[in-house]
Nanobody, 122 residues
């Protein structure tokens, strides 16, 4: 059974930083591209960042480029999202996703976690 479990969310002030983690189990982790998505209240889920199987290629939404960094540790079956210079508009539930396919820097998600809430206060 595939499980993706996010952690690291919380309340942070504008300009602050957080690191989200996603622990994966039940899948051949190094065979999956991984990504982060987010859904703000009243909005559709949107792509945030993705990383290829070996971590050699990453891609970011324009709204987070330069502030967020995605990374992975295949030995630990984990993917991370380092978030700096946080803004109130970054407030959302952040989801981790795994996909066997890489769509030119994007993933669609074969498997999803349940999400972790990030709240950025102004």
């Amino acid at each position: 059974q595939v499980q993706l479990v996010e952690s690291g969310g919380g309340l942070v002030q504008t300009g602050g930083s957080l690191r989200l983690s996603c622990a994966a189990s039940g899948l051949a982790f190094s065979s999956y591209a991984m990504g982060w998505f987010r859904q703000a209240p009243g909005k559709e889920r949107e792509f945030v960042a993705a990383i290829s199987w070996n971590g050699g290629t990453t891609n970011y939404a324009d709204s987070v480029k330069g502030r967020f960094t995605i990374s992975r540790d295949n030995a630990k079956n984990a993917v991370y999202l380092h978030m700096n210079s946080l803004k109130p508009e970054d407030t959302a539930v952040y989801y981790c996703a795994a996909d066997t396919r890489w769509y030119s820097g994007f993933i669609r998600g074969d498997y999803w976690g349940k999400g972790t809430l990030v709240t950025v206060s102004s």
